[in-house]
T-cell receptor, first 113, second 112 residues
C-alpha cells in the first residue's frame, strides 16, 4: 500500500534553534517528493521538490534531503523564526500514466520566543 | 496565492442541500484539482481536471461532482450535502501533472 508517514506529529522549539522533520514513504514507482509549508488558515506552499537522483535541495533556511534507497526524506530548518510556525507536509508522487500523489498528514511546528 | 481564488470562503449549509464551490484561476494552468483536508488526514484528492471538459476521479470522489467549462473555472458540487462532508476544501492548479501545485486559500464548509 502506498503511504507517506511523517514524524513527529507536532514539535515545539525555541526561536533560533534548528529542527529536523522526517518523512518515510512506501510509494512505488517513485517520481518525486515535495515539501510544503501550510500556515494556519491558508493553502500549502511548495518549499522544495526532489527527483530520484537528487539528494539535497535548499530553499533559504530550509534544506530537504532524500534517500531513495531507504525511502526517507527529511526537512531541516535552520535558525528557526516565529514565522516558521506552521504545518509541514511531505508529498510523494508516483510515476504512473495518470495522476497519483500521496500527502502525508503533516508535522505541526510551533516556534516559541 | 498564485492567482487562485475560491468562493465562497466560508459556508454553512444543511444536510441534504446541494452546494457548489468555485475555483477560479488567472494563470492559464491546464490542471486543476479539488482536495479536502480533515484533521489527522493528509490532503485527499476528490477530482481533478486535465483540460476543459476533461475530468477524472480522485480517491474520495463519492458524493461529489465537478465541471470545467472554461480553463479558468473548476466547480465542485456536493449533490446532497452530508455531515461527513464538513471539511476544508482546497483548489490547486499546475502546468503539468508532475509540476508543483499551487493552492488556493481554501473554503471552510460546515454541514449541519
Amino acid at each position: 500500500k502506498n503511504q507517506v508517514e511523517q514524524s513527529p506529529q507536532s514539535l515545539i522549539i525555541l526561536e533560533g534553534k534548528n529542527c529536523t522533520l522526517q518523512c518515510n514513504y512506501t510509494v512505488s514507482p517513485f517520481s518525486n517528493l515535495r515539501w510544503y509549508k501550510q500556515d494556519t488558515g491558508r493553502g500549502p506552499v511548495s518549499l522544495t521538490i526532489m527527483t530520484f537522483s537528487e539528494n539535497t535541495k535548499s530553499n533559504g533556511r530550509y534544506t530537504a534531503t532524500l534517500d531513495a534507497d531507504t525511502k526517507q526524506s527529511s526537512l531541516h530548518i535552520t535558525a528557526s523564526q516565529l514565522s516558521d510556525s506552521a504545518s509541514y507536509i511531505c508529498v510523494v508522487s508516483l510515476n504512473t500514466g495518470g495522476f497519483k500523489t500521496i500527502f502525508g498528514a503533516g508535522t505541526r511546528l510551533f516556534v516559541k520566543a | 496565492d498564485a492567482g487562485i481564488t475560491q468562493s465562497p470562503r466560508h459556508k454553512v449549509t444543511e444536510t441534504g442541500t446541494p452546494v457548489t464551490l468555485r475555483c477560479h484561476q488567472t494563470e492559464n494552468h491546464r490542471y486543476m484539482y479539488w482536495y479536502r483536508q480533515d484533521p489527522g488526514h493528509g490532503l485527499r484528492l476528490i477530482h481533478y481536471s486535465y483540460g476543459v471538459k476533461d475530468t477524472d476521479k480522485g480517491e474520495v470522489s463519492d458524493g461529489y461532482s465537478v465541471s470545467r467549462s472554461k480553463t479558468e473555472d473548476f466547480l465542485l458540487t456536493l449533490e446532497s450535502a452530508t455531515s461527513s462532508q464538513t471539511s476544508v476544501y482546497f483548489c490547486a492548479i499546475s502546468t503539468t501533472i508532475q509540476e508543483t501545485q499551487y493552492f488556493g486559500p481554501g473554503t471552510r464548509l460546515l454541514v449541519l
